[in-house]
């Protein structure tokens, strides 16, 4: 930017006058003395007001601009359950080096009747804190005074960024409903942004453009406006959701190009296709570059391949090798932190640390192997080219045979082509060494399984008595052993029989640090609680605690898919031995159903022999997403599944 054009761009950028319809602590009588919300009697709390106003500020200083965002949100708060609302955090990035935005003019007041009366209090200093959650990002805490069931809590704040470049998205759709939204952003002409819509709830924006001209040079500057009122809530109590806030309706505004030509600059281009985002991307010094160093780790690598000589031992071997070696900060990054090398020495790295050393690695040891660029599960699923739409970095190996394995060296209990969830989010961006690139399915190539095989006797006094034998293989051996691993058996055991209502006596598990073999686990265990006596009759579900209870599926319609992130299979066969002196009075009749196309299947049988009852139950779906529109079909399913499974033994003395 050139200096001499400073003060014509400082005048060209004055921003609008702040105006809006609801004025920061006009609060209304009839607003505070309501007790639900109009609209949605369910509501724990409401938007009466949520303004937001970005826009381009002209730094002198610097010669370029900064990013101007101001938020003025208005919460009514109907009972208890609405009282986190009362809590704000407000993330910014504030890296120990560099440039770092600011959050300021922090402003906030509760108001409550009393005596029929409004009275409010402020938002203390002591109310407000700074906490620096990691190297790069620090949040803003607010907690409003004086909550109580029926108040209106009310705050502002502006967030100053230095990079222009990056606009937040737009969000029309919350938990909870909202009365009114305003949003406006400002954009020079100098910036082009492509606009996607997110979600499942739209607001259209209005464009309005205005021209200064100050001496020779002329300016448009372009205001897109979002306003809508009653807006209702997407509540996040579904199962299966990797992010709610992916299905929220919002819009997205991704850097196009820049063009300050007219004022001295220069003309770039961002994100057209997406063998562009791929280049940019590759083309970055902390991401394709440090794919190219490789003396730091050649000692270490010589090592393994004196005994890794075919490609499969080679890659488990290197695989394995920097699992052990490395551990992940927690950090999604694409791009590397501190560096390779640094990361290496110090046996610690975001993903693209860690990952990007693997294919170096594996490219050293004369492998086909790539780094493929993902989003994961909580950034969404990038439809249009975007930069912001990768967060994460995996490796790939390729072979002549078009097969291939896919590989993340920072979840330990990973193996060959078995991604963490996390990472699970339908397809990657392969990048290739000349930086064109394809896309490549993410979906585990096998169902997660869980078989479970249980021996049980009813004893004369109608309690129970047994053993389970539990077997977990693919992504559900990996979850269980990163969820679990690390805790005590005692809090295991006490989790499991709180779930079962059951008490353990045995408790053994296998296999627990071994990936390439199934997770196993066997208890033995008594109980007094899953039977039940009614005169001279017992009534009892075949499959015991194993019995799915309820349909988790409740909403009439469901406008987002069911994400099981995997294909799936749980088998469970159960065989009880009932005492002497009683006989089968009835048993559940089978049951075999599908759901369109072959995504799901349940097949449930009762049979008896002599005196033993064995029921088998076999629930598989063969794909990781339901879409919306088989979302009936799916809550049906599970409805007959539910009816079925609690459906009783009966029992008669004889």
């Known amino acids: 930017m050139i200096k001499k054009t400073a003060l014509i761009l400082f005048v060209l950028f004055q921003t609008i006058t702040f105006s809006q319809d609801y004025k920061f602590g006009k609060i209304s009588q009839e607003e505070l003395e309501e007790k639900f919300h109009p609209i949605d009697s369910t509501a724990e709390a409401a938007y009466l007001f949520n303004y937001r106003r970005s826009y381009f500020d002209f730094n002198q200083t610097k010669g370029g601009f900064d990013l101007i965002t101001e938020v003025h949100q208005r919460i009514k708060i109907y009972n208890k359950e609405g009282f986190d609302y009362a809590n704000k955090s407000v993330y910014y990035y504030n890296p120990d080096s560099g440039d770092s935005e600011s ?297 002549s045979d078009n097969s291939y394995v896919l590989l993340d060296a920072t979840e330990p209990f990973s193996s060959p082509n078995l991604l963490p969830v996390r990472a699970l989010n339908w397809q990657g961006r392969i990048v290739q060494k000349d930086g064109t690139s394809d896309w490549v399915t993410l979906t585990a190539s096998k169902h997660a399984l869980e078989e479970n095989f249980m021996m049980v006797k009813l004893t004369d006094d109608l309690s129970i008595e047994g053993l389970l034998r539990t077997k977990n293989e693919n992504l559900n051996a990996l979850t269980i052993r990163r969820n679990e691993n690390h805790l005590k058996e005692e809090d295991l055991k006490a989790k499991l029989e709180e779930a079962y209502k059951i008490e353990i006596e045995e408790y053994k598990i296998g296999n627990k640090e071994d990936v390439n073999l199934a997770l196993t686990r066997t208890i033995k265990f008594s109980s007094e609680d899953l039977v039940e006596q009614i005169n001279d009759k017992i009534y009892l579900e075949p499959l015991l605690f194993l019995t799915v209870r309820n349909n988790p599926f409740k909403l009439e319609e469901r406008k987002y898919p069911v994400d099981f992130a995997t294909a799936w299979k749980d088998v469970h066969r159960v065989t009880i031995e009932i005492p002497a002196g009683y006989s089968v009075e009835k048993l559940p009749e089978p049951l075999a159903i599908a759901l369109p196309e072959n995504i799901g299947v349940f097949k449930y ?50």
């Open 103 to 399: 959050v300021y003019d922090i402003s906030g007041y509760t108001y409550y009747l009393e005596n029929g009366k409004i009275e409010k209090e402020k938002l203390s200093k002591d109310g407000i804190f700074r906490e620096k959650k990691d190297k790069f990002n620090t949040v803003v805490k607010l907690t409003l005074p004086k909550i109580s069931e029926g108040c209106i809590i009310e705050f502002k704040y502006t967030v100053s960024s230095p990079y222009a470049t990056s606009i937040d998205d737009v969000r029309f759709q919350m938990s909870i409903p909202v009365k009114k939204m305003e949003t406006k952003l400002e954009i020079p002409e100098f910036y082009a942004f492509n606009i996607i819509n997110k979600g499942y709830y739209s607001v259209p924006f209005k464009k309005a453009s205005k021209t200064f001209l100050v001496g020779s040079t002329t300016y448009i500057s372009n205001t897109y406006s979002y306003d809508a009122e009653n807006i209702p809530p997407l509540k996040n109590n579904e199962s299966y959701v990797a992010n709610i806030d992916n299905y929220r309706g919002g819009a997205k505004f991704e850097l196009a190009q820049t063009n300050f030509m007219s004022v001295g600059g220069q003309f770039k281009s961002y994100t057209r296709t997406w063998e562009e985002v791929s280049k940019q991307i590759f083309e970055y010094e902390s991401f394709g570059s440090e794919l190219n160093k490789s003396g730091y780790f050649s000692d270490d690598l010589n090592k393994i391949l004196e005994t890794a000589k075919s490609d499969s031992e080679k890659i488990g071997s290197i695989f394995n090798f920097l699992k052990n070696k490395m551990k992940w900060n927690g950090f999604y990054s694409k791009y590397t932190d501190n560096g390779v090398r640094k990361a290496y020495k110090e046996n610690v790295g975001n993903v693209a640390d860690i990952n990007l050393i693997l294919i170096a690695m594996l490219r050293e040891a004369g492998l086909n192997a790539d780094p493929v660029l993902v989003s994961s599960r909580g950034n969404g699923i990038p439809l249009f080219p975007t930069l912001n739409g990768f967060d994460y970095v995996i490796g790939i190996v390729q072979f």
């Open 605 to 654: 049988q009762v049979t008896q022999n002599a005196n033993k009852i064995s029921t088998v139950a076999v629930l598989e779906f063969n794909a990781p997403m339901i879409l919306p529109e088989n979302y009936q079909f799916l809550k049906d399913f599970y409805s007959k599944l539910v009816l079925k499974e609690t459906e009783k033994v009966v029992l008669v003395k004889q």
